[in-house]
């Protein structure tokens, strides 16, 4: 593997800096290195295995103590984990990139698109035909904490309707609750929102608020069971930004869908809620399905009935995912710290509604690693794999400043955007949906990230945010083993 034979290279000059002096370049050598392996560490219980195997298998070695600054490579769950004062920019590696939460947070994911919707309305003048809009893909969504945003809740609000109250900073759907009568929530919160200086905590702080968004009533049902698809965006650096997506799977609640039970395993398909239900153990393999099993089921069970064309999975809603998820990373772009060595793998998740009309749920930092169904045994392990060779291999690159693309690691993902793709665009438009029925797309087998000749979706290099944003031409067709 190259980076273990690498040297490792600071800055080239030497001497005293801020009081302190610099290690030379032989002593830096050994500080990440243990007879002459590269030091890693892995913190945490979310899939500790999937991480380790592939690093020890190159020979790496694991270190044990939380509080060393010696590792290469550092993979942990969350951003406490980390010291980043102490980390080194092109000589270390670690998974989370400060900014993040502001995708990664259910109030930060929300706020970040409305600031850049509103960002784009105002350079443009107000022409915002192009380009995609909030509603087009999130439901419609209120920051319960922040007084404007709640009083505009209060006053959208219809008897009849459901809602879905989200704390900001947890996931496996803790926390979360549905929102049926308003008079008990109007209540919560006119007492809080009464102190001023209550309420400016609360939003200062961020972690203690609370999203609540239209819940979405009538979901598309894969044998009568509610489901939602978790896929994945990888940006692996920051300097320059290289962001890809990789394929997923679809969650699948253990009982038949009821919008009316106050059962929150009949809601929320994550794993962590559906292990609540009695019948779990039994039937656990049913609750995750693999993308190609979804394609099959569309394409015998629901494809006919609403004109759809064949592989619509693999087709119109890989493609409008990958949109989504690209408009996302322009969107929180510049918030995001951008030294070299950092990276990050995010969980994105989707759900497509009656009427075939997909929207994205949220974003979450840490996505669940646990291999306890035969899908994600299947799944996980080569992705992380591949999350780690391809990370690598472009923090060598970008710190010995080669040439970025094509990157050789890449097996099953795809390339979103490249900083250093040249401002090119893909053929496919990012425009909004004119109307709910999908529109036939064509498919195709090459994947930009292997290709010298293609190239991902980057907006011109200027200031002003760019009008349309596009997935990559390729779909993750190869094999479909994603």
């Known amino acids: 593997m190259e980076i273990m034979k690498s040297n490792m290279k600071g800055n080239d000059d030497s001497g005293e800096q801020n009081g302190r002096k610099k290690p030379n370049t032989d002593e830096r050598k050994s500080v990440f290195k243990v007879d002459n392996a590269p030091l890693f560490y ?17 020979g790496w070695q694991r270190i044990q103590d939380p509080k060393s600054d010696r590792y290469k490579f550092r993979w942990v769950e969350i951003k406490s984990q980390i010291n980043y004062l102490s980390f080194r920019p092109g000589e270390q590696l670690i998974n989370r990139i400060p900014g993040s939460g502001m995708l990664a947070t259910k109030t930060g994911l929300f706020n970040t698109l409305r600031d850049y919707e509103r960002l784009n309305d105002r350079l443009q003048k ?23 945003d709640r009083e505009a809740f209060f006053q959208t609000f219809k008897e009849g309707e459901i809602w879905i109250c989200k704390p900001n900073n ?6 979360i609750y549905l929102v049926r009568d308003l008079v008990e929530l109007k209540q919560k919160y006119r007492d809080e929102g009464s102190s001023g200086a209550l ?3 609360r939003v200062k702080r961020g972690t203690n608020q609370r999203l609540i968004q239209r819940y979405l009533p009538k979901p598309l049902l894969l044998n009568g069971k509610k489901f939602d698809v978790r896929t994945y965006m990888l ?13 997923g799977y679809c969650r699948l609640s253990c009982e038949d869908y009821d919008p009316e039970s106050k059962d929150l395993a009949r809601h929320l398909t994550n794993q962590y809620q559906q292990k609540k239900v009695p019948q779990y153990k039994d039937m656990k393999d049913e609750t995750v399905w693999s993308m190609e099993r979804f394609n099959d089921y569309i394409n015998t069970e629901i494809a006919e009935q609403h004109g759809l064309p064949d592989d619509w ?4 809603f890989t493609k409008r995912m990958q949109q989504v998820m ?18 990050d793998l995010l969980g994105f998740d989707f759900i497509i509604d009656a009427d075939m009309k997909i929207w994205l749920l949220e974003v979450n930092v840490n996505p669940a690693l646990h291999t306890n169904c035969d899908v994600l045994r299947e799944k996980l392990p080569p992705m992380i794999a591949e999350t780690i060779d391809i990370t690598l291999e472009i923090f060598e690159k970008s710190r010995k400043r080669e040439k970025i693309l094509p990157i050789r690691s890449v097996k099953s993902f795809n390339l979103l955007y490249s900083a250093t793709s040249g401002g090119r665009r893909s053929k496919v438009t990012g425009q909004r949906s004119k109307s709910i029925s999908p529109v036939r797309t064509a498919r195709t087998s090459t994947n930009p990230v292997r290709s010298k000749a293609a190239k991902s979706t980057v907006p011109p290099k200027s200031s002003v945010p760019p009008k349309s944003f596009s997935p990559p031409t390729s779909l993750l067709l190869r094999g479909r083993d994603g």
């Open 42 to 58: 892995v913190g945490g219980r979310n899939g500790v295995s999937l991480v380790e195997e592939p690093l020890l298998a190159k």
């Open 126 to 148: 107000g022409n915002s035909g192009k380009g995609l809009r909030i509603l087009d893909f999130f439901p419609e969504s209120y920051v319960l904490d922040m007084k404007a």
């Open 170 to 175: 947890m996931n496996q759907g803790k926390g």
């Open 199 to 201: 309420q400016r905590s």
């Open 235 to 247: 940006i692996a650096c920051t300097s320059p930004f290289v962001v890809l997506y990789h394929s």
């Open 313 to 316: 999975v693999f087709g119109h």
């Open 326 to 343: 690209t408009h996302c990373f322009h969107a929180v772009k510049t918030k995001l710290d951008n030294r070299l060595g950092l990276f």
